[in-house]
């Protein structure tokens, strides 16, 4: 089964510094996010408010998901990229025609 995680909050910031934050985040997690079953992650920015930010992240488990985003790792470098705490949700595959 297909998992998708969608993380969205408000970023610290300017643009550009917030990417910089993303990007290391990102490098630094990755490759663990991977050896648990993480396939692509898509970040996305507001077109109306460039401070608000959207992850679409693939995974291939629910098991790897829980783990990754109960890690204190993973909530201090949130805590670098966003105003409090993004929202966080975990979405299924549903089985429905897809095109």
């Not at 408000?10 to 630094?28: E, F, R």
């Not at 996010?33 to 401070?51: I, V, W």
């Not at 909530?75 to 409090?84: I, P, Y």
């Amino acid at each position: 089964m297909r998992y998708i995680v969608t993380v969205r909050g408000k970023l610290k910031g300017s643009k550009a510094a917030a990417q910089k934050v993303h990007d290391a985040t990102v490098a630094a997690i990755s490759p663990k996010g991977r050896s648990m079953g993480s396939t692509a992650h898509q970040p996305f920015l507001n077109t109306q408010d460039e401070g608000e930010f959207l992850a679409v992240d693939s995974w291939d488990n629910l098991e790897g998901i829980q783990q990754l985003f109960s890690d204190p790792n993973l909530a201090a470098e949130f805590a670098k990229l966003f105003e409090g705490q993004p929202e966080v949700n975990i979405w299924a595959q549903s089985g429905w025609m897809e095109y």
